[in-house]
C-alpha cells in the first residue's frame, strides 16, 4: 500500500535535516560548535537565534522520524508477501540494491573531489564542522571501510545508512515476531529492545533497533482501534507530537540520549499513525499534497546523501569570497543564503542521482525479487 503523504514526510525530514546543516557552518558569536553549547550560556543574540533554528529543523529529529518511517514502509512491503527463505532473499537484495548503488556513486563523486580539486584551509569564520571535515589525506583504506558503511567520515550523514542495513538483516525477523505475537507480548519485546537500547550506549544499531521495531508495530494497528479517538483529539496528538519532537534534545542532557530519542520514536510513531489512518485529517497536513514536496519525497534518499557534500561546496566557496568580518557580522544571513543554494542545487543533483542511479536499481531489485519468488504465489 502506498501513501503519498508519508513519502511526503520523508521528503520533510530530508529538508529539516539540510537546513539543520546549513546554521552549523559557520561560526556564531565566535562559538566553532552551537550545537554543544547549553541555552544559559549562549553568549548573543545571534547564537540564540541559531539555537531555536536547530530546534525547529531538528535533523537528529527528522533522523528519527526516518527510521520510524522505514520500519513501516518495510512492514507494508513484506505484508504483500507469505514470509518464506525465498521471499526473505528477494527483501536483502532489495535492500542493498536500494541503498548501496547510491551510495557508492555519491562516495565515488567525494573520491574524486578530494582527491583531485580539494585543497583543506581552515578557514576563519567557519566553524568547527566544517574545518574537521576532509581535513586529512585520502587513504585506501578510509575509501575501502566508507564504501562498506564501516566508516562515514566521508559523507558524515551516511551512519544513518549503517543503520538502515545493520538492522534490515533484522526486519524479517521482527516482522515474523509482530505477525505471530499478540499487542501485548509486541510490546514486551518492544520494552527489551529499548531495555537493550539503554545497555548499549555506544552501539548506534542497537540503539535504534527498537525505533525500527515500533515502525513495524504500525502496521498492525486497526483503523477502528484509531478511529475511538475523535479527530480533533488526534489533531491535538498531532501537534504535541510535533512540538516534542523539536524540544526532546533540549528537554534532556546529552548524556540522557536514549531518553530523547525514545521520546522522539514515539511522538514519531504518533505523526505516522495519524497519516495513515486519521480518515478526516487537518487540512494543513495539505501542504503533503504539494507536488514540490512530493517531489522531494521521491528523491528524499538522494537529496538526503548528497545534501550535506553540496552544502560543503557552496560553504567553501563562500569563505573563499567573502571577507572574514562581513562573515562574522551576518553569520545567520549567510546561513540563510546557504540553505537557498545548497537546498535547490542538492535537489537538482539529487534529482540526477535518482534517475540515474536509484531507479535503474530499482528496476533491478523488482526483477531480482520476480526471478527469486517466482515459483511461489503471492500472499493474500
Known amino acids: 500500500m502506498f501513501i503519498s503523504r508519508l513519502e511526503s514526510l ?21 562559538l566553532a560548535d552551537i550545537r554543544q553549547i547549553p ?14 533554528m536547530l530546534i525547529v529543523f531538528n535533523g537528529p529529529a527528522a533522523v528519527t522520524v526516518f527510521f520510524v518511517l522505514s520500519g ?36 565515488l563523486v567525494i573520491v574524486f573531489y578530494v582527491g583531485l580539486i580539494h585543497t583543506h584551509r581552515a578557514y576563519v569564520p567557519a566553524s568547527a564542522v566544517f574545518i574537521q571535515l576532509y581535513e586529512s589525506g585520502l587513504t585506501g583504506l578510509q575509501l575501502f571501510r566508507n564504501a562498506l558503511l564501516l566508516e562515514n567520515d566521508l559523507n558524515p550523514v551516511s551512519w544513518t545508512l549503517t543503520i538502515e542495513l545493520g538492522i534490515s538483516i533484522a526486519i524479517p525477523l521482527m516482522f515474523f515476531i509482530i505477525r505471530s505475537q499478540s499487542a501485548v507480548r509486541n510490546s514486551c519485546v518492544l520494552m527489551l529492545l529499548v531495555a537493550a537500547s539503554w545497555l548499549l550506549p555506544n552501539n548506534q544499531i542497537g540503539r535504534y533497533a527498537y525505533v525500527f521495531f515500533l515502525g513495524l508495530m ?12 475523535s479527530t480533533t483529539t488526534w489533531n491535538g496528538l498531532l501537534v504535541l507530537s510535533i512540538i516534542f519532537l523539536c524540544l526532546a534534545r533540549t528537554l534532556f542532557a546529552k548524556e540522557y540520549a536514549h531518553c530523547f530519542v ?24 495539505r501542504v503533503l499534497d504539494h507536488p514540490w514536496l512530493q517531489l522531494l519525497g521521491k ?9 550535506f557534500v553540496v552544502l560543503y561546496w557552496c560553504a567553501t566557496l563562500l569563505f573563499k569570497c567573502i571577507y572574514e568580518d562581513v562573515a562574522r557580522q551576518y553569520p545567520l544571513s549567510l546561513a540563510l543564503g546557504l540553505m537557498v543554494i545548497s ?9 540526477i542521482s535518482y534517475r540515474l542511479v536509484e531507479v535503474p536499481f530499482i528496476t533491478v ?12 504465489e503471492p500472499h493474500k
Open 365 to 376: 531489485g523488482k526483477r531480482v525479487t520476480a526471478w527469486i519468488v517466482r515459483p511461489e
Open 299 to 307: 528523491v528524499s534518499f538522494s537529496f538526503y546523501l548528497w545534501h
Open 39 to 52: 541555552f544559559a550560556e549562549l553568549p548573543g543574540w545571534r547564537s540564540w537565534v541559531s539555537r531555536v
Open 262 to 285: 525514545l521520546l522522539e520514536a514515539l511522538m514519531a510513531s504518533v505523526v505516522v499513525v495519524y497519516l495513515v489512518y486519521v480518515v478526516n485529517p487537518h487540512r494543513f497536513l
Open 72 to 107: 513501516t514502509v518495510l512492514g507494508m512491503s513484506l505484508e504483500r508477501r507469505a514470509q518464506t527463505v525465498r521471499t526473505t532473499a528477494s527483501f536483502f537484495c532489495r535492500r542493498l540494491l536500494r541503498i548501496l548503488p547510491a551510495h557508492l556513486f555519491c562516495l
Open 343 to 351: 537546498v535547490f542545487l542538492a535537489y537538482q543533483v539529487a534529482t
Open 218 to 229: 504500525l502496521t498492525r494497528i486497526h483503523a477502528a482501534t484509531v478511529a475511538r479517538l
Open 10 to 30: 520523508r521528503g520533510l525530514a530530508a529538508l529539516m535535516v539540510a537546513v539543520g546543516h546549513c546554521f552549523v557552518m559557520l561560526e556564531v558569536d565566535g
